[in-house]
């Protein structure tokens, strides 16, 4: 478990020692560790549910005591559980994505002579603790405590000082971002503003956007000033330039500074021992003067650290009990609560207190809106669970967010597929807002203009390649039913065309449905029949799914294993053909007579769970264990694999999620399997059911409360729905919610 959190871990004992398990409130059992490690890409920072600001410790720059060095490789987290050197506190930090940006505007307390390069101010630490909406830390180098905590939209830092002189640091320079440039402005003795680049997010060069910040501290510094890395400089401009090469101190400039690696320090000569000084910041990505806004609102004068900090554990204790469990044991609760607690952080919060938002792809342009503008729509993971979820339990918030993604197309004209902070990044592949909608409207949330999705989805449905965003290899999809390789990239190590169609399928699919209920029944035939393209790559000989050359020929040679553990392979995006070849949702009946009828199906699809062809970490066979359920008989297969998974990647330890975290896609496959039911088919309103974990589980639902029982441990041995015999592992969203109680009766054996 480690040293850092023995300290939170005892407290937590104690607790747990002295009252029941229905004592605790569900914060208590969230662990923000957990994911910090194996590439969880998640962190251990103070942030609320779905806000904007994420304040988190960075420890990943300048020190060869760090197992892992943003500098040294591809990396995409502020935070890893392992490494020693911590370089302050990052503002505005994702969580859960597979590559590096934000992570920025980096706060730093030191004591003795000011330092200002990273290299030597920054600290080992010890005694860490965190909790949903603080974090905090000892610095071992200068004996400061160091707290943080946040609103939506700003944070407040608490620094303890040991006494004599102290400095507060402002790093404008470093970050994780790939971006450079920044700008500050002295407003008074205690109050700074500026801006920071950020962008270049997953390989796009142009995908660049401001941040905004006002900072202020809470005490009049003896002395405060810039600082600028100054160029290398050679011959007699060397000479003249005592600070070539290095860090140039500014103490008698007081207008702004802009440059690539800046910043702005205040010292402090007169610390009494135990004295504490704060750093609050507002954040926009509108203006200066939307940060002061945010942060005059969201902070009210004279309102403490701790108050704030029990603000912001009041909202998640509000958004965790929406959900509540009963029985299982300590270790399996706190795995519940923590995975929800990750998926409750993206998307996240774009708008400021008075509306306003940088439109999307209008760089420099503003909108307002009436309700909340949200962003960061990692949508190829989140369409297959995270939204359901948010809908299911959360449906206000679903609502705000599709609205969003309406606006997205109004003010871009193309629906978002990884959206971040107003600009359309292109990561990954599909139409995923397609089934997410989708999925909303069909389960009753009805509260935005489907007419205006139904448009955007219609236009990235048929627009021809060349100007089509979103699918820009349509063409050969429409005219043969399938993309073959070398039409979206000739380097066949990078072609991923199995991939796209197979997102292709499954929005169409969606789409399909949605044609449906508006009574667009022609174009319902049309994409109805056009996701069912992927019988062309299915091979009799593998088994499996093959990609296609040119010719219409199969790929030869051919190995359905290659692509395994994320390395390249034609035809497939970070992962192998066993990863992707039941990845049909909307057809399984369809794929089950391609593969010579149930049994086979079944004994193949087995086998990928046996001989280790499985990724836990990989989406398109995250939903593989439910298909089992589809057949009579096969349930018990279900079950025992959920709960094997459950068991062996979902843990209270740093690494206890199976790689990156996906903005809370793995965690919410997590809550879900926990409480017995899972939306297997994104875009299809309906659930397969599974042994759920916990003895009992109530969950707020716009149609009231949703009561999930469990009698006894095994497997499933009878099913009761609103009291009534239930005798099908599969559900329909209105089904579900009707019934109100679902109660499982289970024993030891498999009812095979």
């Not at 810039?226 to 003249?240: D, H, I, L, P, S």
Request: proline share 5%; aromatic share 12%; glycine share 10%.
């Amino acid at each position: 478990m480690g040293a850092r959190r023995m300290l939170r871990t005892a407290a937590l004992a104690l607790l747990l020692g002295a009252a029941p398990a229905l004592a605790q409130t569900p914060a208590e059992y969230v662990d923000p560790f957990v994911g910090t490690t194996n590439f969880g890409t998640t962190n251990p920072g103070a942030v609320v549910p779905n806000g904007m600001m994420a304040v988190v410790p960075f420890n990943v720059m300048g020190s060869d005591l760090n197992r892992y060095d943003k500098d040294a490789r591809w990396w995409s987290t502020p935070y890893e559980y392992h490494n020693r050197f911590f370089t302050g506190f990052a503002h505005g930090a994702l969580s859960g994505v597979g590559c590096p940006d934000m992570g920025s505007l980096l706060t730093m307390a030191t004591t003795g002579e000011l330092e200002v390069d990273y290299r030597n101010y920054g600290s080992e630490y010890r005694d860490e603790e965190a909790s949903p909406g603080y974090y905090a830390v000892t610095l071992s180098k200068y004996g400061i405590r160091a707290e943080a905590t946040a609103t939506p939209r700003t944070s407040v830092e608490r620094y303890t000082f040991p006494g004599g002189e102290g400095h507060l640091l402002l790093n404008l320079g470093e970050g994780l971002t790939n971006e450079s440039g920044a700008m500050v402005r002295r407003v008074s003795a205690t109050e700074i503003e500026g801006m920071k680049l950020l962008g270049t997010f997953c390989y796009n060069p142009q995908k660049v956007f401001p941040v905004y910040f006002v900072l202020r501290v809470s005490k009049t510094p003896s002395a405060a000033g810039y600082w600028k890395k100054q160029r290398e400089m050679t011959g007699v401009e060397a000479e003249w330039t005592p600070d070539n090469g290095r860090y140039k101190l500014y103490t008698q400039y007081g207008r702004e500074l802009a440059g690539d690696d800046i910043g702005y320090w205040f010292t402090f000569d007169d610390l009494q021992a135990g004295e504490q000084i704060e750093v609050r910041m507002g954040i926009s990505y509108v203006s200066a003067e939307n940060a002061r806004r945010n942060l005059e609102a969201e902070q009210a004068d004279g309102e403490s650290f701790d108050a704030l900090r029990e603000a912001a554990l009041g909202r998640w204790n509000a958004d965790l009990g929406r959900i509540r469990v009963e029985g299982g044991t300590e270790a399996q609760r706190r795995v519940f609560y923590t995975a929800l607690y990750h998926t409750l952080i993206h998307p996240n919060l774009l708008s400021d207190v008075n509306g306003e938002y940088p439109l999307m792809e209008r760089s420099g342009e503003v909108g307002v809106t009436e309700g909340e503008r949200y962003t960061v729509f990692s949508l190829w993971d989140t369409y297959r669970n995270v939204h359901q979820l948010l809908t299911l339990v959360y449906p206000e918030r679903q609502v705000e967010m599709v609205r969003s993604m309406i606006d997205i197309y109004r003010e871009w004209g193309w629906m978002p597929r990884w959206e971040l902070y107003g600009r359309e990044t292109f990561t990954m592949e599909g139409d995923p807002a397609i089934p997410v909608i989708t999925d909303t409207w069909m389960k009753g949330l009805r509260d935005f203009d489907i007419e205006t999705a139904y448009e955007a989805f219609r236009k990235s449905a048929t627009t021809p390649g060349a100007q089509n965003l979103l699918r820009p290899d349509i063409d050969p999809y429409i005219e043969r039913g399938y993309i073959p390789l070398g039409f979206y990239a000739q380097d066949l190590a990078g072609d991923v065309s199995v991939s796209h169609a197979l997102e292709y399928y499954v929005a169409d699919a969606a789409l399909a449905r949605l044609a449906d209920s508006l009574g667009h029944r022609e174009d319902a035939r049309l994409f109805r029949d056009r996701a069912l393209g992927y019988r062309h790559y299915y091979d009799k000989e593998y088994g499996t799914l093959r990609p296609i050359l040119p010719d219409g020929s199969f790929l030869t040679p051919f190995d359905p294993k290659a692509g395994e553990n994320f390395s390249a392979a034609p035809g497939f995006h970070e992962g192998s053909s066993w990863n992707y070849t039941f990845y049909v949702p909307h057809d399984v009946e369809g794929l089950v007579r391609l593969m010579g009828g149930r049994k086979r199906f079944v004994e193949k699809l087995q086998m990928v769970f046996d001989e280790g062809l499985y990724d836990p970490a990989n989406e398109p066979d995250i939903a593989y264990a439910y298909l089992f359920s589809r057949f009579p008989g096969e349930a018990w297969r279900t079950q025992r694999e959920t709960r094997r998974l459950l068991e062996r990647y979902f843990t209270v330890e740093p690494d206890g999620i199976p790689g990156n975290d996906d903005t809370g896609t793995m965690s919410a496959w997590a809550v879900f399997t926990m409480l017995g039911f899972y939306p297997d088919c994104p875009g299809e309103a309906a659930y397969t059911l599974t042994a759920p974990t916990f003895d009992r589980a109530e969950i707020d639902t716009p149609q009231g409360t949703l009561t999930i029982e469990k009698h006894g441990e095994g497997y499933i041995r009878r099913m009761t729905l609103g009291g009534r015999p239930l005798s099908k592992y599969r559900l329909t969203h209105d089904e579900l919610l009707r019934g109100g109680t679902l109660t499982f009766e289970l024993n030891n054996e498999t009812n095979k």
